[in-house]
């Protein structure tokens, strides 16, 4: 029969710790989808308030240059700032925690748990966690510090869902294509409203696209000539360029009378002069014009054995 531990660590009350090591136990049993506490965020920090009456809390934080272990009496809430006492802020980067409630016990429920440590019947001490699913328990998450302020946090993370994640902080630079499942975004914290956070997402589509924008006029006769940037033109395809035309503070009837990477010729098909227009040039990347949307799923092995033929 497998024996609960006899030596646990100092800090807080044996109670506190035996609790702690049962919301360990429920855990495992099968974690609280609803998690821990719901966690908020501030310009001064973190904040987890639990979801339920507990006899202690202890947050684990493990980031850039940083192991925090922080512990908080019965009935408190959580909390993490981003700036200690003598005002050194947490490094950048992305950060994981760990909340570990202990469930409120009665007093019969403690003579239980004294009984169960003294025996060290770990099947007892399973069928107690179970017993108080829902008063205690672990929850674990992320969340990501960007210029002393917290622009991504996510919220209980329970252990069937949890997945491995890399970070990198700083540039990344790949030598090949990057393949994602999911989306690609960039995320900045909100200018007005502490706590919140903005995410844009890339856009995609069938194709490796180019664009460049911009804001041009006709000039006599109603002509405009549109020099684009060298640098459009190198990266951009020959072939395949669309041009979405729009004026200005009024209707006119422009038209593309010449396209290419190198530059536009616009029309007014009035001759009139001064017409303000906006125009979005896109175009296929260079060397990417056979750009291959529906792939069938080749087997790693076989992928393998292709690439060693073509060396």
């Given at each position: ?237 020959p072939d395949g360029l669309t041009v979405q035309l729009t004026p200005v503070e009024g209707w006119s ?59």
């Amino acid at each position: 029969m497998a024996k609960l531990p006899r030596a646990l660590l100092g800090g807080v009350s044996v109670w506190v710790l035996a609790s702690l090591y049962l919301a360990g136990i429920a855990q495992a049993a099968g974690p609280d989808r609803g998690g821990v506490a719901d966690m908020s965020v501030s310009k001064e920090g973190l904040v987890w308030r639990p979801h339920a009456d507990h006899d202690g809390l202890v947050l684990t934080v493990v980031g850039p240059e940083t192991s925090l272990r922080l512990e908080f009496p019965a009935g408190s809430k959580a909390s993490l700032d981003l700036t200690d006492k003598a005002g050194q802020a947490l490094p950048d980067g992305f950060y994981k925690y760990e909340l570990r409630a202990a469930p409120k016990l009665n007093q019969a429920e403690r003579e239980k748990l004294a009984r169960i440590r003294q025996s060290g019947d770990t099947d007892a001490g399973r069928e107690m966690a179970r017993s108080l699913k829902g008063r205690g328990g672990v929850q674990s998450g992320s969340f990501t510090v960007v210029e002393g302020s917290v622009v991504d946090a996510s919220g209980a993370e329970p252990s069937s869902a949890r997945q491995k994640t890399s970070a990198i902080t700083g540039d990344l630079e790949v030598a090949g294509d990057l393949r994602v499942a999911g989306i690609k975004s960039f995320v900045a914290q909100h200018p007005d409203q502490a706590g919140i956070t903005i995410h844009y997402v890339a856009l995609e589509g069938p194709e490796a696209g180019t664009y460049f924008r911009g804001t041009a006029a006709t000039g006599l006769g109603g002509l405009a000539v549109i020099d684009l940037p060298g640098h459009f033109a190198r990266l951009t395809e020959p072939d395949g360029l669309t041009v979405q035309l729009t004026p200005v503070e009024g209707w006119s009837r422009l038209y593309i009378a010449q396209r290419s990477p190198d530059g536009l010729t616009i029309r007014d098909a009035d001759g009139r002069e001064g017409i303000v227009f906006d125009f979005l040039v896109q175009g296929v990347r260079r060397g990417y014009g056979d750009f291959e949307v529906e792939r069938r799923i080749v087997p790693a092995e076989q992928e393998e054995a292709g690439k060693g033929g073509n060396r």
